[in-house]
């Protein structure tokens, strides 16, 4: 198992771990606690959940994002234009993870991560799925369920209580996780293909 194997196997297993965390088990606090029905329900929230809920919208900013890189080194040629996707994708995670650390310190909340969130939750999946389709890289039901998952977490949060729908975000990146850990052995596949390209040019 060489180095890019591995490291699409842990970008995978980072996206998994972070679904579960700000996914699930946010979503199972928020039911048990809700916080994020009105902006009066976050201000008098507890400056504990208010944090812990900040902390884990950095968890899921970092580990959707290596989900998605983990996918981009796999399933696509890496072309200019999905590097712009994935530079934006990038900005978007950090831009959402630090609007709900504002939104923790301040107790005043806001949807503007929401501007944040979007370009990695819901446009990037889809401009990575797209490409992947394009390359043959991966299986075509994981290149599928990549744009789907951005179709979705375009949706669940309009449609669904805060505490369902990050129930149900969970579930499908922790979905997209794992399509990213077992598509790894791909990688593998393009880097010998990559280095005897190069050997024979």
Same mark, same amino acid.
């Given at each position: ?95 959402? *993870? ?5 939104? *923790? ?25 797209? *490409? ?54 791909? *990688? ?14």
């Amino acid at each position: 198992m060489n180095a890019p194997t591995r490291l699409v196997g842990r970008l995978g297993l980072a996206c998994m771990a972070a679904a579960v965390l700000s996914g699930i088990l946010q979503g199972l606090w928020e039911m048990a606690h809700p916080i994020l029905l009105s902006d009066s329900t976050f201000a008098f929230a507890s400056a504990t959940q208010r944090w812990g809920y900040a902390t884990l919208s950095v968890i899921k900013s970092l580990g959707f994002f290596a989900g998605l890189f983990g996918l981009f080194i796999v399933g696509t040629k890496r072309g200019r234009i999905v590097k712009i996707f994935m530079g934006l994708a990038l900005l978007g995670a950090g831009f959402f *993870a630090v609007v709900w650390i504002v939104m *923790a310190a301040t107790g005043q909340h806001t949807i503007m991560y929401v501007l944040g969130g979007m370009w990695y939750q819901m446009i990037a999946p889809v401009a990575l799925g797209i *490409a992947s389709l394009r390359t043959h890289r991966i299986a075509l039901l994981a290149s599928l369920w990549v744009i789907v998952v951005g179709i979705l977490n375009s949706q669940i949060f309009v449609r669904l209580k805060p505490d369902r729908a990050l129930i149900v975000q969970g579930i499908i990146w922790l979905i997209l996780g794992y399509v990213a850990y077992v598509s790894r052995s791909r *990688a593998e596949q393009i880097h010998g293909a990559d280095s005897a390209g190069l050997a024979s040019a």
